[in-house]
Structures are given as C-alpha cells and as structure tokens.
Nanobody, 119 residues
C-alpha cells in the first residue's frame, strides 16, 4: 500500500501563488504515476495534473496549463504542485493520488488540503 499526505494549502488572493506538497510512504517503489485532483463544493472531483513517477511525462487540465506545474522528488518520495496566477475558480480541496504499476486507476489518495482563492 501507499500512504499520501498533502500539505501547503491555504487562502490567497486572486493572482497569488501556492505550492502544494504530497508526501508518499509505504510501497512507493510500486508507484508509476502521481496525480493531483480537486473537488469544489457541489462539484465532482476533477483531474488537475499528473506526472510519471520515474519519467518526465506530464499532463494537465486545460484550465490550469501554463499556470500550474507538477513535479516530483523521487529521492524523498515527494510530489509537488506549484500553482501560480490563482483564480477564484481554483478554490477546492486538492488531493494527491498514486497509480501503481499494473493498475489503470489512481487507487491511493491523500486526505486533501483546502485551497481558497478570493477575488
């Protein structure tokens, strides 16, 4: 199993920046991908970004591309989401997730961290 814990959320004004961190532990050697998702009040959880755990391939939700950057530090089992030019519509609980080798779904999730962007 893999355990994930997010940190770095908070409240910022529109145009500001936040950096989310995700600490992974457990069977991290079996991870093939780390992702970030978010869920706003009254809405379904949505994909934000993902990165190959041992490669360089990344992908982003269209609305965050060019504003958010996903990265990882394998040596310390950490994942990051740098969020710049934040907008009120980015307000949500942000979740880190892990996809294991051989799986097609993100099966491990952190508890989430709240991001609030005020106008």
């Amino acid at each position: 199993q893999v355990q994930l814990v997010e940190s770095g959320g908070g409240s910022v004004q529109a145009g500001g920046s936040l950096r989310l961190s995700c600490a992974a532990s457990g069977r991290t050697f079996s991870m093939s991908r780390m992702g970030w998702f978010r869920q706003a009040p009254g809405k379904e959880r949505e994909f934000v970004a993902q990165i190959d755990w041992r490669g360089t391939s990344t992908s982003y939700r269209g609305s965050v591309k060019d504003r958010f950057t996903i990265s990882r530090d394998n040596a310390n089992n950490m994942g990051y989401l740098q969020m710049n030019s934040l907008k009120p519509e980015d307000t949500a609980v942000y979740y880190c997730a892990a996809l294991l080798t051989g799986s097609s779904l993100f099966g491990y999730w952190g508890p989430g961290t709240q991001v609030t962007v005020s106008s």
